[in-house]
T-cell receptor, first 115, second 113 residues
Framework: DVKVTQSSRYLVKRTGEKVFLECVQD?????MFWYRQDPGLGLRLIYF???????EKGDIPEGYSVSREKKERFSLILESASTNQTSMYLC??????????????FGPGTRLLVL | GNSVTQMEGPVTLSEEAFLTINCTYT??????LFWYVQYPGEGLQLLLK?????DKGSNKGFEATYRKETTSFHLEKGSVQVSDSAVYFC????????????FGIGTKLQVIP
């Protein structure tokens, strides 16, 4: 069974804090993704990575950065948390589109509250 | 650009009722189409998929047919159960070098006994 795990299910942080969200997958997937999920807006892509040390901006990268030092781990960083970053954060992983294995696997999510 | 349109809901049905959740898409190429489901407190998981026109994806009693002529991929189930209560996301993935899945906003389904 593919497993995508996220470091925390719930987090409470203060405005201005630096926040790290960690994601680990055990299926040797090249591609990894960070989304945020908000009511009425669905899933919005923040960043994705298609290889170690490679990253691309998604649709809403402002205020976020990412790190991928190892294939199995993809970190989302909020350099200075703000209240509008209160959200559910979902990590996902997948083989490349060219592999024919198109299913994307998601972690359980981290619900972040910024006070 | 590429987009997926579905109603947000909530859709409220009685147990054993027939379910349809509409999904239409706009894409510049020939996408693969998916339905993902998110149960309360969990991440998304794949429900079914179809990779080319006229393909039918099916799983757990749910079905959806890839209709290229109407650019649609409507989700159906003949008899819903309380355990089907969840949020359902329609999504597409383009062929070629694109790696990003485009999701709809999700449709919340509530099934009452």
């Amino acid at each position: 069974d593919v497993k995508v795990t996220q470091s925390s299910r719930y987090l409470v942080k203060r405005t201005g804090e630096k926040v790290f969200l960690e994601c680990v997958q055990d299926m040797d997937h090249e591609n990894m993704f960070w989304y945020r999920q908000d009511p009425g807006l669905g899933l919005r892509l923040i960043y994705f990575s298609y290889d170690v040390k490679m990253k691309e901006k998604g649709d809403i990268p402002e205020g976020y950065s990412v790190s991928r030092e190892k294939k199995e781990r993809f970190s989302l960083i909020l350099e200075s948390a703000s209240t509008n970053q209160t959200s559910m954060y979902l990590c996902a992983s997948r083989f490349p589109r060219t592999s024919g294995k198109e299913t994307q696997y998601f972690g359980p999510g981290t619900r972040l509250l910024v006070l | 650009g590429n987009s997926v349109t579905q109603m947000e809901g909530p859709v409220t049905l009685s147990e054993e009722a027939f379910l349809t959740i509409n999904c239409t898409y706009t894409a510049t190429g020939y996408p693969s189409l998916f339905w993902y489901v998110q149960y309360p407190g969990e991440g998304l998981q794949l429900l079914l998929k179809a990779t080319k026109a006229d393909d039918k994806g099916s799983n757990k009693g749910f079905e959806a047919t890839y209709r290229k002529e109407t650019t649609s991929f409507h989700l159906e189930k003949g008899s819903v159960q309380v355990s089907d209560s969840a949020v359902y996301f329609c999504a597409l993935l383009l062929s070629g070098g694109y790696q990003k899945v485009t999701f709809g906003i999700g449709t919340k389904l509530q099934v009452i006994p």
